[in-house]
């Protein structure tokens, strides 16, 4: 048996490999519909609706952890400590904003934390703002199987790959990306052109059609 201790339960398998967790989507993993007795209950310390929040939000939080930080051993860490973080933090939330934004946004703090103690700065070698076409910003849609994405998105370097993962499937914009990484909004456009740019090759897209005459 591990020596890691997890609250509640060890995680089951979320695999952010498998088809399911890798496409990019315009609507964020997290976006589940809490309902506020689910969270009443939660806020009163009841075991089983931290159970039930777990449940939910255990391969989202998996999910973002691993695409941002890498390592699975790590993103299980990071898992553990969001939801640590959420069992002392609950009365904090007011519902001023859905619930799910709340909490993936202690784990997105975790992840850029975790991922500034391993890069300072969160330097990258596609750093810089250079010029850049708004069309670049976008993902080819030929870029949809899960495997040959998730080997190409694992060369990219850690800035960018997180910058395109809270971009394209998170659904923060650029501003908030600026904020959390405290870059300008043109260092997140320019890594997610980059990027977009450097997966096209990746995955041997954007290759020029032979003229027919």
Request: hydrophobic share 40%; aromatic share 8%.
């Amino acid at each position: 048996m591990s020596g890691q201790v997890y609250w509640f339960r060890p995680p089951v398998c979320c695999d952010p490999f498998g088809p399911a967790c890798i496409s990019l989507s315009v609507t964020s993993p997290f976006a589940i519909d809490v309902p506020s007795s689910l969270l009443n209950r939660a806020r009163n310390g009841e075991a089983e609706a931290f159970e039930q929040l777990y449940r939910w939000f255990e391969r989202p939080v998996f999910t973002l952890a691993l695409r941002l930080c890498g390592q699975r051993e790590e993103a299980q860490d990071i898992l553990q400590e969001t939801m640590l973080k959420l069992l002392g933090k609950i009365a904090e939330f007011r519902g001023e904003s859905p619930f799910w934004g709340w909490l993936r946004q202690i784990a997105v703090n975790e992840c850029l934390m975790r991922l500034r103690k391993r890069h300072p700065g969160l330097e990258t070698d596609m750093d810089g703002e250079s010029d850049f076409l708004e069309a670049d910003i976008l993902l080819p849609p030929q870029a949809a199987d899960a495997r040959l994405l998730t080997e190409a998105m694992n060369r990219l370097p850690a800035t960018t790959r997180s910058v395109l993962w809270l971009y394209h499937v998170e659904g923060y914009t650029h501003d908030e990306i600026a904020g959390l990484m405290d870059k300008t909004i043109s260092f997140s456009k320019s890594q997610c052109a980059r990027g977009g740019k450097k997966l096209r090759e990746l995955l041997n897209i954007d290759k020029e059609v032979p003229s027919h005459g």
